[in-house]
Every structure is written in structure tokens, then in C-alpha cells.
């Protein structure tokens, strides 16, 4: 059973930074291709940023593009989402998800956690 905890969610100022974690356990975290989704209040689920199993073709939504950044650090397990220049409408739950390569779906999910951009 694989389990996708996140972490670093809060309140910033427009402008202001984040970097958000998410923790894999109970598989080998190289397995996997990852990525971040968001949902904000009222709409879809919308994809945000993902990469290959050893992190070297990050991709990105338009949206967040030179914005965001997507890491990973294998020997810890973790999958990071480095947020700069963040405005009011990346306000959302933040959800982190895995799958077994970049041509299949994302099957393993976390509980997501709340970024809320305001002033």
C-alpha cells in the first residue's frame, strides 16, 4: 500500500512563497512518476505540475509556469512543490499523486493541503 502524506500548506501574501512536501511510503518512491494537482472551492480538480521517475522532465501547467517548481529527492522520499510569486487564484487544496509511469494515470493520492493566498 503506497501513502501520499503532504505538508507546508498556509497562509501567504500575494508575492509571497511556499514550498510544499509530500511524503511516500510503503513503496520504493523511485517507482513512480509524480505530480501536483490543485482544486479550488467550486471547481475541478486542474493538474499542476509532474515529473519522471528520477526528476528530469519536470512539466508544468501554463498557469504556474516560471512560477512553480517540481522536485524530487529520491533518498528521502519526497516530492517537493517550490512556489514563488504566488497570487490570489492559486488558492486551493494542493494534492500530490503518483503513478507508475508518465503514459499511465495517477493512481495513489494524499489528502491534499490548503494554500490560501491573501492579503
Known amino acids: 500500500q503506497v501513502q501520499l502524506v503532504e505538508s507546508g500548506g498556509g497562509l501567504v501574501q500575494p508575492g509571497g512563497s511556499l514550498r510544499l512536501s509530500c511524503l511516500v511510503s510503503g513503496r520504493t518512491f523511485s517507482w513512480y512518476a509524480m505530480g501536483w494537482f490543485r482544486q479550488a472551492p467550486g471547481k475541478e480538480r486542474e493538474f499542476v505540475a509532474g515529473?519522471?521517475?528520477?526528476?528530469?522532465?519536470?512539466y508544468y501547467a501554463d498557469s504556474v509556469k516560471g512560477r512553480f517548481t517540481i522536485s524530487r529527492d529520491n533518498t528521502k522520499n519526497t516530492l517537493y512543490l517550490h512556489m514563488n510569486s504566488l497570487k490570489y487564484e492559486d488558492t486551493a487544496v494542493y494534492y500530490c499523486?503518483?503513478?507508475?509511469?508518465?503514459?499511465?494515470?495517477?493512481?495513489?493520492w494524499g489528502q491534499g493541503t490548503q494554500v490560501t493566498v491573501s492579503s
Open positions: 515529473d519522471n521517475r528520477n526528476g528530469s522532465m519536470p
Open positions: 499523486a503518483a503513478r507508475y509511469g508518465s503514459l499511465s494515470n495517477f493512481v495513489y
